[in-house]
């Protein structure tokens, strides 16, 4: 494989891709402002700060929907304007190793192949890897030795459940819950309580700085918010508790997920899970006390680690630099 070869990520909430050259990070905003219905306006980053502040003539939107691409078109664009600004000139006859979830179909899976294949970058190669193993040698993990291993990746709008030895995934599950349904129900909760509307950035500060997975009090914080009576923005104090309370069930569906692929898991496997731990990635494994909830609800140590929203993405390096990883990339017929 040459040098310029890049790991990408397509998270729901952003994209990730890295250098297998220099080993360098670049992580945007999976995000995408559109003019006038459409017009590419802008992406990334730049886009994301225009969220629910635009005029009407400006929608932004999220191409990447519970983990699959649901606006081929402007994620193309996206794609292509990102690798176009951070890597320039080294794009001539580049190769790309894309992290795909696992639990998706094959359809789904081509799109995310077609993607980059059928873009005006023109790559040389385009090969794909389940995102739990690339998860799984991000974090240092060896998958090739038969011994059973369970990743929880805990993203922004899917959780996915596996179970990993010799390579390959023995048991999978993907259910639409993530950051952004904790968000949601932050919302909800604060409209119905305080009779207030908050925006998603406000709910998702609220969820990391003030939400406890196992309902520990983080103090609280002061927002501003629309008065559904008056309809004036209005401050509000609003506590910990409110956010641990909007998000309980959420959480305990995740908890619900992990259980039923634990009692899927063949003794030998669940032997091996219970003495190395279950491995979070993802970026909500950042909320608070995430691991202690997963504990109680497993009796199992939880393992966190830093960065872990990028943990697949430099998986995939380690896969690309190491021939012994070379059979877990595929390649899909254009």
């Known amino acids: 494989m040459g040098s310029n070869l890049y790991g990408v990520d397509l998270g729901t909430a952003n994209i990730k891709a890295v250098s297998k050259n220099d080993g360098k990070v670049f992580s945007e905003k999976d995000t995408v402002a559109i003019k006038n219905k459409k017009e590419f306006y802008a992406y990334g980053d730049e886009a994301y700060a225009m969220y629910e502040k635009t005029p009407s003539t400006i929608s932004v939107s999220f191409p990447v929907v519970n983990g699959v691409i649901a606006d081929f078109a402007n994620m193309q664009r996206m794609i292509e304007e990102f690798f176009e600004k951070n890597v320039k000139n080294h794009l001539k006859n580049a190769e790309f190793v894309i992290a795909v979830p696992t639990d998706i179909t094959e359809v789904e899976k081509r799109s995310f192949y077609e993607l980059f294949y059928k873009s005006k970058m023109r790559p040389k190669v385009v090969r794909l890897c389940e995102k739990p193993i690339a998860a799984a040698i991000g974090i240092g993990l060896d998958v090739s030795e038969s011994k059973g291993l369970l990743i929880v990746d805990l993203g922004a709008d899917t959780t996915e459940v596996s179970v990993l030895s010799l390579s390959g995934l023995v048991y999978s599950d993907l259910i639409k819950v993530g950051g952004n349904n ?3 129900c932050i919302i909800a909760h604060i409209r119905r309580k305080y009779s207030l509307i908050i925006g998603h950035k406000t709910a998702s500060q609220l969820k990391m700085e003030l939400g406890s997975a196992v309902g520990n009090d983080y103090g609280s914080q002061v927002i501003v918010g629309r008065d559904v009576v008056s309809g004036l923005p209005i401050e509000m104090e609003i506590t910990s508790a409110d956010v641990n309370e909007a998000i309980t069930e959420p959480l305990n569906q995740i ?19 219970i003495h190395s731990g279950i491995y979070c990635v993802g970026g909500l494994s950042l909320l608070h006390d995430v691991d202690k909830m997963i504990t109680n609800a497993t009796n199992i140590k939880v393992n966190l680690t830093s960065e872990p929203d ?12 190491e021939k012994k990883f070379n059979s877990l990339l595929y390649n899909l017929k254009s």
């Open 182 to 184: 904790l968000d949601e």
């Open 255 to 273: 908890c619900q997920s992990i259980k039923l692929i634990l009692e899927k898991t063949p003794p030998e496997l669940a032997r091996d899970i």
């Open 310 to 321: 990028l943990c697949a993405v430099r998986g995939l390096t380690n896969i690309v630099a």
